[in-house]
């Protein structure tokens, strides 16, 4: 970790050192589903990926965490995710109707988008792994794309730290994002427990 970063952003190195070990073992369990080795195995990566993003869209849409996150409704992916099974002649699949509604505070809201704004570090990676399926940031892969990935990052970075938490708010929000990766956890079983062909055309 940067000390430059720890410096700058103390709020943004206590989210990372609290959720550092829950991360790597989200990584571990979407890697074993091995989402790279042909499209049918993308495509329910694509379905986890959809069944997150449309779990969480509601906080893009939140008045008051557009004071705190700078361009707040423009980082939502859900849009990029249905064209990219478009693309892949995939029917986008139905919410799933088995989990309660997002119940999260403004402050553990912020640990919630902590961890899917962060995800989007990761995708820089990912976004290479799908070019040997010949998919790529118009066709397929949209979601991974990140125009402007570092800038909208660091913007983020700094909303967080200027936000104006007292002690418990940010406590708040350090339970917000491991009950988030606690989510994303446990919805790599629900997601891959499904049928495979639960949304192929
Ligand atoms: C599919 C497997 C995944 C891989 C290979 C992966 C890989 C990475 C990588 C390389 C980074 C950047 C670390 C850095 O800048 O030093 C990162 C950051 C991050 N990833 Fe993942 N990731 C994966 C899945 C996820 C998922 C599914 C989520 C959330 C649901 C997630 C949340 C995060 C967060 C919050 C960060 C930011 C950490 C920080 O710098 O504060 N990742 N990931």
């Not at 990584?27 to 779990?55: C, T, V, W």
């Amino acid at each position: 970790m940067s000390n430059l970063r720890s410096a700058n952003y103390p709020r943004m190195s206590k989210l990372r050192a609290s959720t550092s070990s829950v991360h790597d073992q989200l990584d571990k369990k979407i890697m074993a589903q091995s989402p790279f080795e042909s499209k049918a195995n993308y495509g329910l990566f694509l379905r986890y990926q959809y069944y997150l993003m449309n779990y969480v869209t509601v906080l893009y849409s939140n008045p008051q965490i557009a004071q705190i996150i700078p361009d707040l409704q423009d980082r939502d992916r859900c849009e990029q995710l249905i064209q990219d099974f478009q693309d892949l002649g995939m029917t986008q699949p139905q919410p799933l109707t088995t989990l309660s509604p997002l119940d999260a505070s403004l402050f553990e809201s912020l640990g919630w988008l902590y961890v899917i704004e962060g995800s989007k570090l990761g995708a820089a990676l990912l976004a290479k792994e799908t070019e040997k399926l010949g998919l790529h940031s118009e066709f397929g892969a949209r979601f991974l794309a990140g125009s402007n990935r570092g800038s909208n990052w660091r913007q983020f970075m700094q909303g967080i730290e200027d936000a104006p938490l007292n002690e418990s708010q940010e406590h708040a929000m350090l339970e917000g994002a491991q009950a988030a990766f606690k989510f994303a956890n446990e919805l790599v079983e629900l997601s891959y427990g499904q049928s495979e062909n639960a949304h192929v055309a």
